[in-house]
């Protein structure tokens, strides 16, 4: 009896072809990315994307933005600029240069006392028009009371220490504040103040 040739056995699981890719180092065939894989680093990579992009823009709402030259060094004009026994305020800066003479040594000096009063926080003001135990011309916390001399030294109210002070370079007559060195004092001392050159 002839047999009759009826080709090649097929069977009903689908055979899956991959494409042949370039050899790995053991010698395989790499196979090559898929579509469903590429999208799905792409989804992944998107959404990566947006939420870095959410986070800068978090940390950037949130970061404080320099708006003032306070912290850093300021001009505050000339020593001609200031006469004695005067007390200049610069808003800028948070603070007041206070012009004198030293009581102790008779020296021409300056200090650049910031505003801040040493209760509570409130802003001093200076009243060139009060006096208190015969100095004339006092820093008067409008909050609480507290007096402080034209050195800063506190006289008067519930402050605990003397108006905080700020740093004063003077280069000829010159001079620069640094409001980023404030310095807070136990009480006034006379070496505490910058003699002015004379």
Known sequence: MAQTYRGPERTLTPRVHTRTGPEDTQGGIVEGASRRDFLRLTLFGTLGLMALGGVASFLAFFWPQKTSPFGGKIAAGTTDDIANDDVVRYRDGHFY????????????????????????????????????????????????GSIYLRTGQNVAGPAPHPLDQMAITIAGKAIIVDTGKITTRSQYEAKQATVIPG
Request: hydrophobic share 25%.
């Open 97 to 144: 240069l206070s012009r004198y003479k030293e009581p102790t040594t008779g020296q021409d000096v300056m200090q650049a006392l910031h505003w801040k009063c040493a209760h509570l926080g409130c802003t001093v003001p200076w009243k060139p028009d009060e006096t208190f135990s015969g100095n004339n011309g006092v820093f008067h916390c409008p909050c609480h």
